[in-house]
């Protein structure tokens, strides 16, 4: 998604003068001028990129926004936003920061999920689904803000748009793809599998290298393995000629040893 997104801003960009002042004032009573609303004026085309309104006409991208965002949500950073079986009453749409989200096992262990950027929406593959709860657990791993839409409101505004709801179908399948992805690296028994197995779907043959959003504790906790076992993993394979690290850059030198291990 992030490459759906990149392309995204570069082929169509929105004007988000209108909806700048709502956020703007929500977090000036909120917050007064504190590290959130010093990022206002960084992240306010932010929703540019987001890859639901793909597609979407400025004035129908504007449209959209003014008749459905009723409330502006923030939060700041370390509190939790969803709880895992919580109830899903509306779409969050995560417009400034970033998340983690994270599952409780049977086993009453902590899975680390995955860490989502602006802009997405929290769940979309489980809004309107017969169980309509939040999968995981939800944290803010910096400020964030949330728009916060009707469920009602968007099944209406898709039902009216076909390029809405195809950008929704679109991002649910890829969703799903993800997961799968994450159940089938969970299998894998050896941690130098999955750390291929992680490195070859965050790059290509043509983009062999990629910067890490996580600090190599919340790595760990990603794979479910002490720090120091991740950290012994990467410098085999970086001693074997397989990857580079130079701080949180990944680079592949050998994609054919990756895809072998």
Not at 6 to 16: A, Q, T, V, Y
Request: hydrophobic residues 40%; proline residues 2%.
């Amino acid at each position: 998604m992030d490459k759906d997104r990149h392309n995204f801003g570069e082929n169509r960009r929105h004007s988000h003068s209108h909806l700048h002042h709502l956020l703007e004032n929500k977090v000036s009573a909120d917050h007064g001028h504190d590290e959130l609303s010093l990022h206002m004026h960084h992240h306010d085309k932010e929703l540019s990129y987001c890859p639901l309104f793909k597609g979407l006409s400025q004035g129908e991208h504007d449209q959209f926004l003014d008749r459905n965002v009723k409330e502006v949500l923030t939060y700041k950073k370390g509190e939790t936003i969803v709880l895992q079986g919580e109830p899903i009453r509306s779409v969050m749409l995560l417009v400034q920061g970033s998340v983690r989200t994270e599952m409780i096992t049977m086993e009453g262990n902590v899975l680390n999920i995955d860490i989502l950027e602006a802009v997405i929406p929290l769940a979309p593959a489980f809004i309107y689904g017969a169980k309509k709860s939040y999968p995981v657990d939800v944290i803010a791993a910096e400020p964030c803000v949330f728009l916060k839409i009707s469920k009602d409101a968007w099944l209406n505004e898709m039902a009216g748009n076909k390029q809405l709801l195809t950008n929704f179908l679109t991002m649910n399948a890829d969703l799903t793809f993800f997961l799968t992805n994450k159940l089938q690296m969970i299998s894998l028994k050896s941690l130098r599998k999955k750390l291929a197995t992680f490195f070859l779907e965050k790059t290509t043959v043509e983009q062999d290298s990629f910067t890490l959003k996580r600090s190599r504790t919340q790595l760990a906790e990603y794979f479910g393995v002490q720090r120091q076992s991740l950290a012994r993993s990467l410098k085999e394979m970086e001693d074997d000629g397989i990857i580079l690290l130079k701080g949180r850059t990944v680079k592949v030198l050998d994609r054919n040893r990756l895809i072998r291990e």
